[in-house]
Each structure stands twice: as structure tokens, then as C-alpha cells.
């Protein structure tokens, strides 16, 4: 139907101050440990309100690393949502211990405060609460979980420039972490990572589980190994860092045009932004009934579509063996794990292209 090129689901943006960043630390011979890694660490944590905080290799050991400074082990339970990226979850396995499954609030896609409280057990040691696709986690989780004093990691992968109220993702958890892969709203030209901590008690050690456990250069005081950003990745990181907000802007526009539009479509759902949230729109997901049929509509309309994320956790070959394996209990997750589909909203989509996509959507007419 479509001679035009399709509209993609993303599209990286490279510019020459980046270009420049690379080699500029190329040529200094300064590849690692250096001024660059420091500057973001702390440039980052600013932007987000944190205490501070520190890059790394990758936001799946970012989650290992913060698991690790809580003191999580063997024997002790994790609370996690099923509807996120399976990152989220391995992480829990990958430091010994148990991943407890829970819903997610159908609306926003979020961990449900009672949910938590139902899977709540004295061997709970943390509850990871997943900003996902952007939105962010309701307040409430955090409060709940302070008055009992559980700690909560904010996976923040999908978080980048969101805020609740004012108040930025990265600043409501104990510890937060980010991914900077190539398909975030931020980037650092690679794998990357970083740490950030809201707990004075939490700066030196999340400091040096990165490099080794070491407080010095030859001195290991704790268990840990390289979870390193390099300082090429850094630079970048600290060059994107300063598009960010105009990207996050960019991305709700095409989202307040895309809920304009849709609302009322009597085939799609569109998604529903949490009251006092600024969401990072990460990804735009609509709920449809016959999903092979709309991703397929949209394809022939010259729509790239994707589905994030199409198995919960705990239906993963990876969890054959854990008690919730193959459990029915977790029924908004699967409900939304079956009709999901995202959209292209990333900034450097074009007004023309966002016209498309609106036009797909009107013209889909759902199941025959």
C-alpha cells in the first residue's frame, strides 16, 4: 500500500559535538577512570536529584550491582513485577536470590502498591519498582515501602527525564538505576549504565562495587568486579545529557497529538498518563484485541509497530522452575502482555511521519 520509506520505531541521533567528545578523549590517552566518568556520575545526578552516583557498563548490572550494595543474597526474596524487560528479574537470580512476581497497575503499567503488600514476607529485602516504558511508579510504593522499611531499587531504564510531581525519576528510591542502550531516550554510543544513590550510606559502597571492591589501587575491601563505563561512552553521555529535556519535550508532543487522536477509537486503547506525571514516553503503547491484525494493518500502511514486551517474566523458559511458573494468578499482566503494541514516538520523528501514524490508527477498523 505504502512506496514510501516505513516509519521506524527509532532513530539515533549522532551529531559532531559528539563526535568531537570521542575524539577528543581518544587523543588524550585517558581511556578509563577519568575526568569524564567522574563529571557524569555527578552531572547525571544532578539532573535526576539524587545524592550521586556513578555510570557503569549496562543497565542489567546496574540492577546486580545495587542488589549487591543492599546486602541481597541467598535466601532473601525480591519483589518485581512480571510486565517489564526480563533484565529486571534475572538481576534478582544473578545475586542468589528469589524473585516474588506481582502486577501492575493496568491503567499505568506500573507496580501495584497492593500487590506488593499481598507478596510483602519477613525475607522480602527489596522491591524493584520499574518505571516502565516511562511512566513513573506512583508515589505511594515508596512511602508504603519506607514505613517498613524495605528498600526499593527504581529501574529507571525507561525513566530518563520523567518526574512525579515535580519531582524527577532517580530521586524516589533508595538506589536507581538507568540503561543508556542505543534505543533510550538517552544514549552513549554503546552499552551503558549508571547508579544513582539517595542513602549517604550507600555513596562509597556503590562507589566501589563497580571497580572491583577496591578503596584503593591495590586494597579489595568488598566482592565486586569491573562494572566500568568507558570514557569515550562518558563524554557522549555528557553531550546527550544536555538534549535530554528538548528530547522529552519533543517525545509528549507526539504523544499529547497521538491521545488527541486516538481517544474514542473504538478499537484502541491508548495509554493513560499518571496525574502529576511528566512521562518520558519511552515507548507509546495502545492495548488492541487482535494484535497480529493491527501490527499488520500498520505494516501495510508503512507503520513499524513492536511489542514490549510479549511474555511476562515469569512465563520465561528462564523461570520453568520457580513456584509462579505457568501461574494464571497475574491476570492484568497477561491481559496487557496479549494486546500491547508500540507506537513510534521517539524526537526525531518528523510531523509528516506522525501524520501517518495517526492516519494508520484512524483507518484501523478492528476485528471483522
Known amino acids: 500500500m505504502e512506496d514510501r520509506p516505513k516509519v521506524p520505531l527509532g532513530r539515533m541521533h549522532i551529531d559532531d559535538e559528539m563526535r568531537e567528545a570521542t575524539l577528543r578523549i581518544l587523543n588524550s590517552g585517558h581511556w578509563i577512570k577519568g575526568p569524564e566518568s567522574k563529571a557524569f556520575g555527578q552531572e547525571w545526578a544532578e539532573y535526576c536529584g539524587a545524592l550521586g552516583g556513578v555510570p557503569c557498563s549496562n543497565g542489567s548490572v ?19 513485577p512480571s510486565h517489564t524487560y526480563i533484565a529486571s528479574a534475572t538481576c534478582i537470580e544473578m545475586v542468589g536470590a528469589h524473585p516474588v512476581f506481582v502486577e501492575v497497575e493496568p491503567e499505568f503499567h506500573t507496580v501495584a502498591l497492593a500487590s ?11 522491591v524493584i519498582a520499574v518505571h516502565l516504558y516511562g ?31 515535580g519531582k524527577r525519576v532517580g530521586s524516589f528510591g533508595d538506589l536507581a538505576t ?13 552499552d551503558g549504565g549508571a547508579i544513582l544513590v539517595n ?3 550507600l555513596l562509597h559502597p556503590i562507589s566501589v ?58 478499537h484502541v ?26 501490527m499488520a494493518h500498520m505494516d501495510a500502511h508503512g507503520v513499524a509497530t513492536g511489542i514490549h514486551y510479549p511474555i511476562p517474566c515469569h512465563l520465561q523458559p528462564v523461570f520453568e522452575g520457580h513456584p509462579q511458573a505457568n501461574d494464571v494468578g497475574l491476570n492484568a499482566t497477561s491481559r496487557l502482555c496479549d494486546r500491547i503494541v508500540s507506537l513510534p514516538v521517539f524526537p526525531l520523528l518528523e510531523d509528516e511521519e506522525v501524520d501517518r501514524v495517526i492516519a494508520a490508527v484512524l483507518a484501523y477498523p478492528g476485528t471483522a
Open 199 to 201: 542513602r549517604e550510606d
Open 116 to 126: 506488593i503488600q499481598a507478596a510483602h514476607t519477613p525475607r522480602t529485602k527489596a
Open 62 to 80: 546496574a540492577l546486580i550491582a545495587a542488589l549487591k550494595v543492599l546486602g541481597v543474597g541467598p535466601g532473601d526474596e525480591v519483589i518485581v
Open 178 to 190: 538507568f540503561s543508556f542502550f542505543p534505543s533510550k531516550n538517552m544514549a552513549v554510543g554503546g
Open 209 to 266: 562495587v563497580i571497580d572491583h571492591g577496591r578503596s584503593s589501587k591495590y586494597q579489595n575491601d568488598t566482592l565486586g568486579t569491573n562494572f566500568r563505563l568507558s570514557e569515550i561512552q562518558c563524554g557522549i553521555g555528557r553531550v546527550q545529557l544536555r538534549h535530554l529535556d528538548g528530547w522529552v519535550a519533543r517525545r509528549n508532543i507526539i504523544a499529547s497529538r497521538y491521545l488527541a487522536a486516538f481517544e474514542g477509537h473504538p
Open 269 to 294: 486503547q491508548p495509554p493513560v498518563v499518571r496525574a502529576g506525571a511528566v512521562h518520558a514516553w519511552h515507548q507509546f503503547v495502545v492495548q488492541v484485541e487482535d494484535r497480529e491484525g493491527f
Open 135 to 165: 511512566q513513573p511508579v506512583a508515589e505511594d510504593v515508596f512511602a508504603w515501602c519506607a514505613e517498613q522499611g524495605l528498600p526499593v531499587i527504581e529501574d529507571a531504564a525507561q525513566g530518563h527525564g520523567a518526574s512525579l510531581n
